[in-house]
């Protein structure tokens, strides 16, 4: 048996990075998977892929419309929630504070923390009690990176809404807690060493493990978060990052 035999789970920005390695798990695992994604083409390659235990719904998580959208699918299906995974993030090109637009600023908090925040109150209704709710941090709330105070600012934030939904939710015994990993190797990974060997060289300098980690080795933190495994865990932190923080 699965650690998620029979569960509906609901991974925001499911169709590629952590996300997807997220979903994959748990299909694994025995889950029915729904992942959401702006783009058609990469949700429809994940259902390909994964196949008939994943569901797509197109959608931005930081749009309230189609929030909404996805909660109308969810009622539409019948099921309540039993594991949600807020997932969905993003950053920008480095700017230090006093070059931040604000445009700027809203693009990245908008996503970040107002839509990790607007996805669980859209969703938290729909879970069934004693559910279970992942959010992705990173360490880069702890670790003030120059030229990222919105994007280390909102993980920040996303760490800390991990413990008031805990402190609120006690009643219907959902636990919510953060998982924050550091440098991984996706595309967002690889578009940040741009191809510069000298620079994945300098960040895996800072990695006691000596490499950036895999998507998969987020996913299991995520499942352990996500399922029994860690029943009496709540209102915490996983970090995932080789110890780079911790140096």
């Given at each position: 048996?699965?650690?998620?035999?029979?569960?509906?789970?609901?991974?925001?920005?499911?169709?590629?990075?952590?996300?997807?390695?997220v979903?994959?798990?748990?299909?694994?695992?025995?889950?029915?998977?729904?992942?959401?994604?702006?783009?058609?083409?990469?949700?429809?390659?994940?259902?390909?892929?994964?196949?008939?235990?994943?569901?797509?719904?197109?959608?931005?998580?930081?749009?309230?419309?189609?929030?909404?959208?996805?909660?109308?699918?969810l009622?539409?299906?019948?099921?309540?929630?039993?594991?949600?995974?807020?997932?969905?993030?993003?950053?920008?090109?480095?700017?230090?504070?006093?070059?931040?637009?604000?445009?700027v600023?809203?693009?990245?908090?908008g996503?970040?923390?107002?839509?990790?925040?607007f996805?669980?109150?859209?969703?938290?209704?729909?879970?069934?009690d004693?559910?279970?709710?992942?959010?992705?941090?990173?360490?880069?709330?702890?670790?003030?990176?120059?030229?990222?105070?919105?994007?280390?600012?909102?993980?920040?934030?996303?760490?800390?809404?991990?413990?008031?939904?805990?402190?609120?939710?006690?009643a219907?015994?959902?636990?919510?807690?953060?998982?924050?990993?550091?440098?991984?190797?996706?595309?967002?990974?690889?578009?940040?060493?741009?191809?510069?060997?000298?620079?994945?060289?300098?960040?895996?300098?800072?990695?006691?493990?000596?490499?950036?980690?895999?998507?998969?080795?987020?996913?299991?933190?995520v499942?352990?978060?996500?399922?029994?495994?860690?029943?009496?865990?709540?209102?915490?932190?996983?970090?995932?990052?080789?110890?780079?923080?911790?140096?």
């Amino acid at each position: 048996m699965g650690k998620l035999d029979g569960r509906l789970a609901v991974v925001t920005a499911g169709t590629a990075g952590i996300g997807r390695a997220v979903a994959t798990r748990f299909v694994a695992e025995g889950a029915d998977v729904v992942v959401t994604s702006p783009f058609q083409a990469e949700l429809d390659a994940t259902v390909a892929a994964l196949g008939p235990h994943v569901t797509g719904v197109r959608g931005d998580a930081g749009s309230l419309a189609d929030l909404d959208e996805l909660v109308a699918t969810l009622r539409a299906g019948g099921r309540p929630v039993d594991v949600l995974v807020a997932n969905a993030g993003r950053d920008v090109a480095s700017t230090d504070i006093v070059d931040t637009s604000a445009e700027v600023f809203d693009t990245v908090a908008g996503l970040n923390f107002r839509g990790t925040f607007f996805t669980t109150q859209r969703l938290v209704p729909l879970m069934r009690d004693g559910g279970t709710i992942v959010l992705t941090s990173s360490i880069a709330g702890h670790n003030g990176g120059p030229g990222h105070a919105v994007y280390n600012a909102t993980k920040a934030a996303v760490r800390s809404l991990a413990r008031t939904l805990t402190a609120e939710l006690r009643a219907r015994r959902i636990r919510a807690n953060a998982v924050s990993p550091g440098p991984t190797a996706t595309a967002v990974f690889a578009e940040f060493v741009r191809g510069d060997d000298e620079v994945e060289r300098q960040v895996v300098e800072q990695i006691p493990v000596g490499r950036v980690g895999r998507p998969e080795e987020v996913a299991a933190a995520v499942l352990f978060l996500a399922s029994d495994e860690s029943s009496f865990v709540a209102g915490a932190e996983l970090v995932v990052d080789g110890g780079m923080s911790q140096v």
